[in-house]
């Protein structure tokens, strides 16, 4: 079974940080590109931050300068980690990941949610 299992969401005061993982499990080989989206409520899911599996990354221009994506190849983790965070930062953010699977195929899959509350 493969599975993105992600982490680190909570409760942050506004200028606070948080640092997400997305950790790919069963059989994976490999990573091929990620993207971090998030939906708030009553909203529609966006596209946050992506990265390739060459390492090219690309922000959504309201995070662009707050958050770094990044990867661990070893660990076939993705972090987001998030920087100068705002209330209108609140949301469920979701990993999806394309993994390269042991035997060669490639399947997206998503993780299951993790909640990021930011207090004024």
């Known amino acids: 079974q493969v599975q993105l299992v992600e982490s680190g969401g909570g409760l942050v005061q506004a200028g606070g940080s948080l640092r997400l993982s997305c950790a790919a499990s069963g059989s994976i080989f490999s990573i091929n590109a990620m993207d971090w989206y998030r939906q708030a409520p009553g909203k529609q899911r966006e596209l946050v931050a992506s990265i390739t599996a060459g390492g090219i990354t690309n922000y959504a221009d309201s995070v662009k300068g707050r958050f770094t994506i990044s990867r661990d190849n070893a660990k076939n983790t993705v972090y987001l980690q998030m920087d100068s965070l705002k209330p209108e930062d609140t949301a469920v953010y979701y990993c999806?990941?394309?993994?390269?699977?042991?035997?060669?195929?490639?399947?997206?899959?998503w993780g299951q949610g993790t909640q990021v509350t930011v207090s004024s």
């Open positions: 999806n990941g394309n993994l390269r699977l042991v035997g060669g195929s490639n399947r997206w899959s």
